[in-house]
T-cell receptor, first 113, second 115 residues
Framework: GNSVTQMEGPVTLSEEAFLTINCTYT??????LFWYVQYPGEGLQLLLK?????DKGSNKGFEATYRKETTSFHLEKGSVQVSDSAVYFC????????????FGTGTKLQVIP | DAGVIQSPRHEVTEMGQEVTLRCKPI?????LFWYRQTMMRGLELLIY????????DSGMPEDRFSAKMPNASFSTLKIQPSEPRDSAVYFC?????????????FGSGTRLTVV
């Protein structure tokens, strides 16, 4: 079946540091890939997505590139802010059917001033 | 647009009691999902409705859990009887026609504590 593996957290960074959160996946066919963000006390929000190989998703300074050869979708940001502190989830959805979503376990990011 | 609305935000109940969680999806969204989030297991899909019909309930943990969607604007998740291991945050999400995961909108969740 499908699966998503994320790096263990928590990740603690100083403000303006470079962020990478690793994500690899296992899936059949050609899944779509997503990053969601969850702020404290809230539901998940879609951060960015990529629907085919070599696509780059981007939003709010975050980027991730769909790498089919390495089955990866790593999240990056050049300069993090305190307001980026949250839990980040990597996810994939099937290409067929009802596009069932499989989530990773989440990586908590804490940015300190 | 008010987003996906869940109630209550917090629920504390005693073991053995019945618990009902409620969800109002975004108007026009025809897919609805119930998820459970725990530290140990992360996010688990419990059940998926499309056009008010349950399509995939393979994630429902056991017969104590049941979900209904009587119309396009309302869904419930019921646990009877509740147990301490049911303590978790329960999320509802909805999606517009044809968008699947690309169109997911999550509610703010219900934090359930069973003592």
């Amino acid at each position: 079946g499908n699966s998503v593996t994320q790096m263990e957290g928590p990740v603690t960074l100083s403000e303006e540091a470079f962020l990478t959160i690793n994500c690899t996946y296992t899936a059949t066919g050609y899944p779509s890939l997503f990053w969601y963000v969850q702020y404290p006390g809230e539901g998940l929000q879609l951060l960015l997505k990529a629907t085919k190989a070599d696509d780059k998703g981007s939003n709010k300074g975050f980027e991730a590139t769909y790498r089919k050869e390495t089955t990866s979708f790593h999240l990056e940001k050049g300069s993090v802010q305190v307001s980026d502190s949250a839990v980040y989830f990597c996810a994939l959805s099937d290409s067929g059917g009802y596009q069932k979503v499989t989530f990773g376990t989440g990586t908590k990011l804490q940015v300190i001033p | 647009d008010a987003g996906v609305i869940q109630s209550p935000r917090h629920e504390v109940t005693e073991m053995g009691q019945e618990v009902t969680l409620r969800c109002k999806p975004i108007s026009g969204h025809n897919s609805l999902f119930w998820y459970r989030q725990t530290m140990m297991r992360g996010l688990e899909l419990l059940i998926y409705f499309n056009n008010n019909v349950p399509i995939d309930d393979s994630g429902m943990p056991e017969d104590r859990f049941s979900a209904k969607m009587p119309n396009a604007s309302f869904s419930t998740l019921k646990i009877q009887p509740s147990e301490p291991r049911d303590s978790a945050v329960y999320f509802c999400a909805s999606s517009p026609p044809g968008q699947g995961a690309r169109g997911y909108t999550f509610g703010s969740g219900t934090r359930l504590t069973v003592v």
